[in-house]
């Protein structure tokens, strides 16, 4: 489910995985194993939710709702 939905976001951004990784300050491998299934660490999933604006929950599957509640 993470993994799906931080591919979706990175095509719906239009950007490389090379490019993400750069923007959320981990290495590509790093990044590329997101995408194949790893679960981040926390700091590394808060960055993604920052870096697309979404929330924790809808990243994680606990939620339909993208928007971070603040």
Known sequence: ???EKIRLLRKEYDMTQSQ?????????RGYQDLELGVMPRSDKLLAIAEFYQVSID???GRTEKREVNR
């Open 20 to 28: 993400v990784a750069g923007e959320i300050k981990m290495s590509l």
């Open 58 to 60: 809808w990243l994680m």
């Open 1 to 3: 489910m993470f993994s």
